[in-house]
């Protein structure tokens, strides 16, 4: 190896590394430390008092209704956008992508000139005592609205690839439409859905921006576990702040493992993974 | 019985795919579909499958018309030109498909499933996973697959197009022997002329979203519809408006009034087939099949002008308007 290979070998990792440990690893590594710096009770206490708790039941139920939801959504979409000839297929595309584009204050706002009390649909639903903004269903909303484009993406060029052969193939053997999705398309996507729906989970879990807007803040009420680090900050209780984004980092941290642990354990099964590459003898055939 | 077709016509936006297209497919015959890519062929055997949708028409599968049968209702094997393999499901599971889909019994699904991978030569790989197969065995799997169900008919989609030289030549007369074993009217598209000639009974030949002729292999070869059949099915030339096979031209030393003339560019012997390559005053250049011991009597030599004389001529006059 030459000199000057050797040097584009090792500044490409010290860049890849250095990056990393710059912008995340010191970043929490310090907050772990600061944390438990000063003993485990502090912490403790704020995570397991009544509102940390409840923040964090809060975040579980905001992200257990918006990511089932958004998974049937994109699998669906996603279906649509490439199986499907429809007039506005651009359309929908572009607004797949809005969530990614718009900030999530503004989507927040959103929210509230929709469903607020002076909104558009607010003032109705209030009147037969559906209350959306500060309460519940906001979260819920604000956090569906976010965590939406991920399956979609994921699973959209996943479809492309595989093609519609091995579907076509099912129904000449005599499965339905719906029989073909259970046994063919859903097998076939399922690491990009699986995918999707982890990136989704994770923005779920740590969405502030729309989720504060449209929560009001009422601790122990519309309060997530984001909103509770924010909070206890405020408030200067900063190992209570951190302790906090301990859990949310936890749980972020366990949805990762999790995946890669079901992924290897039918791996080893034998289940091979997709094959997306062109087969050799599709290649082979174009001579 | 077998497979009628009758009038069909398919667009696809402004593209004529099928074009007022006829044919009749008898049972238990083993049929090609012949033609260059885009005569409409693929869509012609997606029809009749169910696969796609005729604009008109009408489709009769022994004798039971089709028209808004869903596929899944037809009772057909398909085999597509890329396996289709179920990736995500061993050979056996792949074979099992359509079995388990109509709730068979496991133990009648498992007798099923191993008579058909004897079959088609895949006893031992029912536990692999198709990427864990070379091309040639993903397409005998996905053979096996179709039959399991006992299909009607059996479509299949340029089989062996994926697939290199050697592997194909071994399938082709693999599904020959297949076909005089089961029976199944079969029906199989191929841009190959040689494919078709080696293993159909009756070849469609497909042009432009029309048929432009059907026949045995022979009938074709030597009774040619059509300046595109004879083009199409083996070689011709074209001298002076008259078609003729490369092996019905006799090459003659002395030059005279009835004869062509021609300059010999090569002369390619093949053991007992020889080849000689010429050019014609025009300056057209095709090539005259004979034997080298024809070669060796006449003492022909490269450089030479010489007279051809075609022994059996075809004039079409489908260039003329009607």
Known sequence: ?????????????????????????????????????????????????????????????????????????????????????????????VLIDLPFAVSPVVIGLSLLLVYGEQGWLGGTLSDVGIEIIFSTPGLVLATIFVSLPFVVREVQPVLQEIGTDQEEASSTLGATSWQTFWRITLPSIRWGLTYGVVLATARALGEYGAVAVVSGKISGQTETLPLLVENEYANFNTEGAYAAAIVLALIAITVLVAMNLIRRRSEQAGEPEPNIEPDPGMVRGRD | MGIRVEKVSKKFDDFVALDDVSIEVPSGSLTALLGPSGSGKSTLLRVIAGLETPDSGTVWIDGEETDGLPVQERNIGFVFQHYAAFKHMTVFQNVAFGLKIRGESRASIAKRVAELLELVHLDGFADRYPNQLSGGQRQRMALARALAVQPRVLLLDEPFGALDATVRKELRAWLRRLHDEMHVTTIFVTHDQEEAMDVAEQIIVMNHAVVEQSGTPLELYDEPASEFVMGFVGDAHDIAGEWVRPHDIEIHRERDDQGTEALIDRIVTLGFEARVELTLADGDSFTVQTTRSEIDSLELREGEIVSLHPKRTRVFDDRLPA
Do not use: D
């Not at chain 1, 992200?63 to 959504?73: M, Q, W």
């Open chain 1, 1 to 93: 190896m030459t000199t000057s290979e050797r040097l584009v070998k090792y500044g490409l990792r010290s860049i890849a590394i250095g990056y990393l440990a710059a912008i995340l690893v010191i970043p929490l590594g310090i907050m772990f430390w600061k944390t438990f710096g000063e003993g485990l009770a502090g912490p403790i206490e704020t995570v397991t008092s009544e509102e940390g708790l409840h923040a964090f039941w809060m975040t579980m139920l905001c992200a257990g209704i918006a990511v089932p939801l958004n998974t049937i959504f994109g699998v669906a979409a996603a279906l649509v956008l490439v199986r499907q000839k429809m007039r506005g297929k651009a359309f929908l595309n």
